[in-house]
């Protein structure tokens, strides 16, 4: 699909207005696509976010539960983390997996690339699957309360269709799943 040479958005000032070690916040003062002014508001994410669909011979995964602050209620996921920028992202998806459930695996595949929310985020996502499981202990970060449980592929999925799962990794490394498996490529 072709897309415009130039990007209509012309920036014509901009204020830091918070940082802290995993976001930026800034606010632009922009002439906007039809030629008017405005502002804009961008949460510049300072880690890529990684997530995993852990999956065994028996096509069953693991779930991390745990309450999310923001959320301010208890949500199921894949395991997940961020991942420092410059740092191979396979590398950050094998540490997280290890950390949150004490698996380790020997194959891994990359099956998406998003954004998480583009229109006031610059936050990149990379899932993974990843297969060939071993069990080691979980190390869990001091900010982190877990449970991990092991449920079938089908269980997550039917999850996920009835909004039991609202993570977005989740839901998007749970459907992309689902599709590879549909395909015969999983």
Not at 11 to 22: A, F, V
Request: aromatic share 8%.
């Amino acid at each position: 699909m072709q897309h415009p040479e130039a990007n209509p958005w012309k920036i014509t000032s901009e204020k830091e207005i918070y940082d802290n070690p995993w976001i930026n916040v800034t606010e632009y003062q922009v002439i906007n696509p039809s030629g008017n002014p405005g502002i804009y508001g961008q949460v510049h994410y300072k880690n890529i976010a990684i997530g995993i669909l852990p999956l065994d011979d028996d096509m069953n995964t693991y779930l991390v539960g745990q309450d999310r602050f923001t959320l301010n209620q208890y949500s199921w996921e894949l395991p997940e983390g961020g991942g420092i920028i410059g740092v191979d992202p396979l590398e950050s998806a094998k540490r997280e997996l290890l950390e949150e459930t004490g698996l380790k695996a020997s194959k891994w595949t990359e099956i998406q690339r998003m954004h998480l929310s583009n229109s006031v985020s610059d936050e990149l996502c990379i899932l993974y699957v990843a297969r060939g499981l071993q069990q080691f202990e979980a190390e869990p970060e001091d900010t982190e309360q877990l449970v991990v449980k092991k449920v079938p592929f089908e269980e997550v999925y039917r999850m996920v269709c009835a909004g039991e799962i609202t993570d977005s990794l989740a839901v998007a490394a749970v459907l992309k799943a689902r599709l590879m498996q549909l395909e015969d490529t999983l």
